[in-house]
């Protein structure tokens, strides 16, 4: 393929170079207003980790959450390079701390792996079955395909999924993991790279990846109408609320929306999803191919980067620059600016890492200039790191104070603080249900685990009768182990 249909797919098919078409997204009326002030907002900022071992735009990205490994396939690499679309795998290993001397990034050798961009990535944790799915995208000649590709964890075994049921091209799209119908959900996109201007976003249909619970074998089924009409938007599972959530996007080829949408997955059968349009409160970015990621920790979709106008239109295309949490655990649902800031990265990947609490983010692009300038993908890993929320120092009354005059009257002996035990003890009943892993990763640094060094009664003062959580216990012992959604803390004791 030409370097110039290169360009025409790659640009084309999310805008253009040189030619940009004001599209409409949601009308300003739609927004709701502001909600009442809630609590304050933790400062967050983000945290250079590393380096990704090749710079990519529009790769995908999965998280194993059990072993901290990030995953990032494919992409486009610089116009230097012709816009080259890559087949390489990268492995990104978090360590005991988040810093780039415990980041390890690698490449993963494997077999079989096609020229992909415009994918979507997906973790499936199920034991030694725990395997990451690559679904469709476009290839280097920009054609879009419909396969599914496996890496079997512990194997590391990389393959052609087998897949009954009908799905049909797509790029552009997003998948995530439902775990409580052990199925992927996909959505959004298009069936093909479009090259014309202006690229409305078609009706694509969502459907579901289901796994046959004594085979194994995968099968294709149809999801619930409706749903949104855009390309370049991001989903994450919102694991309190069993739904997904699916955010931005381009509906035109040119600009960027707010549209919120959530795929209802509470009932037990996986056939009564549906889709309805959420729409939240505050101000939140208008934006496609951005990067987003559900924060277990603070129960929030972080969202960073992608393109607001004028999409690959060379000197005149805008990037979304602040960091915006959406905050679920009020309703509806309220967007909160953080603030913190990177610079351009559009069509980045984002994952987040249990283990550190924090969003990290890799890849991406700047925005173009015209002309277009030879390197502008990135490489960079960062990780949105968030310190704890102070609370207002409680105010002292007003009034006379009663008199205290020292040396007057017998004085009480000062007595020896107790010094109490802070020691992590793993709990003997999780040392065969949690992955050694994670038990090593809470021993080696037990302050990056919920609730270590606190008091068992946070009303209270530490001291013998208020003694610390030291014992890691799973969140709730009588469920199983689950990285995300039933992971490990510490507690008072181990009953």
């Known amino acids: 393929m030409s370097v110039r249909a290169k360009l025409c797919v790659l640009a084309c098919a999310v805008g253009a170079i040189v030619i940009g078409v004001a599209g409409a997204g949601r009308p300003a009326s739609a927004r709701p207003a502001?909600?009442?002030a809630q609590q304050a907002t933790p400062k967050c900022d983000w945290r250079d980790v590393g380096n990704l071992n090749r710079s990519v735009a529009y790769a995908a990205s999965a998280?194993?959450?059990?072993?901290?490994?990030?995953?990032?396939?494919?992409?486009?690499?610089?116009?230097s390079a012709q816009f080259q679309t890559q087949s390489a795998i990268s492995t990104i290993t978090f360590g005991a701390t988040l810093t780039a001397?415990?980041?390890k990034v690698a490449a993963l050798s494997v077999s079989g792996a096609p020229d992909r961009e415009a994918l979507a990535g997906v973790y499936r944790p199920k034991g030694d079955d725990s395997a990451i799915y690559w679904i469709a995208g476009r290839n280097n000649s920009g054609d879009t395909n419909n396969d599914v590709y496996e890496y079997k964890i512990k194997t590391k075994a990389w393959s052609r999924l087998a897949t009954s049921g009908a799905f049909?091209?797509?790029?552009?799209?997003?998948?995530a993991y439902d775990p409580k119908h052990d199925v992927i959900w996909v959505a959004a996109g298009e069936s093909k790279a479009c090259t014309s201007v202006p690229c409305q976003a078609p009706a694509m249909p969502t459907h579901y990846l289901q796994f046959d619970a004594t085979t194994g074998a995968a099968s294709w089924h149809d999801g619930p109408s409706g749903g949104p009409r855009a390309k370049g938007p991001t989903m994450v599972y919102d694991a309190k609320k069993e739904r997904m959530l699916v955010f931005g996007g381009t509906p035109d080829g040119s600009k960027g929306t707010d549209g919120l949408w959530a795929l209802d997955l509470s009932d037990a059968d996986v056939t009564k999803a549906k889709w309805a349009e959420v729409k939240p409160a505050g101000t939140g970015p208008s934006v496609a191919v951005h990067g987003a990621a559900y924060d277990a920790e603070r129960n929030w979709m972080v969202v960073y980067g992608g393109m607001k106008t004028n999409y690959a239109v060379g000197n005149k295309e805008t990037g979304e620059t602040r960091t915006f949490a959406l905050d679920l655990n009020v309703d509806p649902p309220m967007w909160r600016n953080l603030g913190s800031t990177v610079g351009d990265r559009?069509?980045?990947?984002?994952e987040y890492l249990p283990q550190h609490k924090a969003v990290v983010m890799t890849s991406g692009r700047v925005a173009i200039l015209d002309p277009v300038q030879d390197q502008f993908t990135k490489r960079t890993i960062h990780a949105l790191v968030c310190a704890a929320v102070v609370e207002p120092t409680a105010t002292t009354p007003h009034g006379p104070r009663p008199t205290d005059t020292p040396g007057t009257g017998p004085q009480p002996t000062a007595m020896p603080t107790p010094t109490l035990n802070a020691s992590?003890?793993?709990c003997e009943s999780v040392k065969s249900r949690v992955p050694p892993a994670v038990l090593n990763a809470a021993a080696g640094a037990p302050n990056t685990?919920?609730?270590?060094?606190?008091?068992?009664?946070p009303n209270l003062p530490a001291g013998p009768l208020n003694p610390l959580r030291r014992f890691l216990n799973l969140q709730n012992p009588s469920v199983r182990f689950h990285p995300l959604y039933n992971g490990v803390v510490w507690?008072?004791?181990c009953q």
């Not at 998280?63 to 116009?79: A, E, K, L, Q, W």
């Not at 049909?168 to 998948?175: K, M, Y």
């Not at 685990?449 to 009664?457: M, V």
């Open 449 to 457: 685990i919920s609730g270590y060094g606190q008091p068992c009664n």
């Open 491 to 493: 507690k008072c004791g």
């Open 424 to 426: 992590p003890d793993i």
């Open 34 to 36: 502001e909600a009442p």
């Open 63 to 79: 998280m194993d959450t059990t072993n901290g490994v990030m995953y990032v396939y494919g992409g486009y690499s610089d116009p």
């Open 168 to 175: 049909g091209d797509r790029d552009e799209h997003v998948a």
């Open 101 to 103: 001397g415990d980041t």
């Open 346 to 350: 559009i069509q980045p990947v984002m």
